[in-house]
């Protein structure tokens, strides 16, 4: 780990928080996202390949990483929250992944000043920048970064909240249609875990801001369509019911409409050669 020192802000936040964002991990809703985010990642041409570098942006304890370490890439996770990388190192120990192949680096992505990326002598084949964007004031900034440390023909993923379930969610999973129509225009909302602000982040302007910077959208995917609208949080945590739920969830998650309207957006990206 880096001995660099970010400024408070988020990382002081996420700290705090790592308990509760641990064991949300464990909750039936956040298993269904990290097995279609393990879907698209295992898909991706580079993946089943030669050994590739990977940067996860904002990875915390390397969950969306940690299956192409073992899978034998070499992984660097940058993060806000030094609890958070710490398990990132404990967790690729539990997995038996080769030490080796981790690099953890303490950086504070909630800082409006320019985010400084690690470099990699070819580029990073692959980038990943998962439920971060909607931390920054400018997001834009944050992208065109992402992109120039994408080398040519590399892949980039992002993923954000998606604000069509901020409103869907409120009104159906809540049973409050007055917060989902204060939700139709509000630009922020809290993060129930972290209970920091978040900008609600549309994908089409984040696209624009992948197309200003040179790359190009190749795929597009929503995550968790259906189980963000189940009321019954008892029937979630049944394992036949979750089995299904996840299958289903795997059908939709590149099909429009329902992608259009999942929890979160995902796009994959590419600079071109």
Not at 5 to 24: I, K, N, Q, Y
Not at 94 to 119: F, K, N, S, T
Not at 154 to 180: C, E, H, T
Request: charged content about 25%; glycine content about 6%; aromatic content about 6%.
């Amino acid at each position: 780990m880096s001995d660099s020192s970010p400024s408070p802000g988020l990382g002081v936040a996420f700290d705090r928080a790592a308990d509760d964002w641990l064991a949300w991990q464990q909750t039936p809703w956040a298993r269904v996202y990290y097995a279609l985010v393990r879907h698209v990642l295992a898909a991706l041409p580079e993946v089943p390949g030669r050994s590739l570098n990977v940067l996860d942006v904002g990875g915390a304890n390397g969950v969306d990483s940690l299956p192409l370490l073992v899978a034998g890439h070499r992984v660097t996770v940058l993060d806000f929250s030094s609890v958070l990388l710490a398990e990132a190192v404990a967790a690729a120990e539990r997995a038996g992944a080769d030490g080796d192949r981790l690099r953890v680096e303490h950086r504070d992505v909630g800082d409006p000043r320019p985010l400084p990326l690690p470099v990699d002598a070819t580029g990073w084949d692959l980038v990943l920048c998962h439920n971060v964007l909607h931390y920054r004031d400018d997001p834009a900034e944050l992208v065109g970064r992402l992109v120039a440390a994408t080398r040519p023909g590399g892949a980039l993923s992002l993923i954000a909240p998606n604000p069509a379930m901020d409103v869907l969610a409120a009104a159906i999973r809540d049973g409050d249609p007055r917060q989902g129509l204060e939700m139709l225009e509000a630009p922020t909302r809290r993060s129930v875990t972290i209970g920091e602000p978040m900008h609600r982040l549309e994908r089409a302007s984040v696209e624009a801001a992948v197309r200003d910077a040179g790359a190009v959208v190749t795929d597009r995917f929503g995550l968790r369509t259906v189980i963000d609208l189940v009321v019954d949080d008892r029937l979630k945590r049944d394992p036949e019911w979750l089995r299904q739920t996840t299958e289903l969830e795997l059908a939709l998650c590149s099909r429009a409409p329902y992608r259009d309207i999942a929890r979160f957006w995902q796009l994959i990206c590419r600079r071109p050669d």
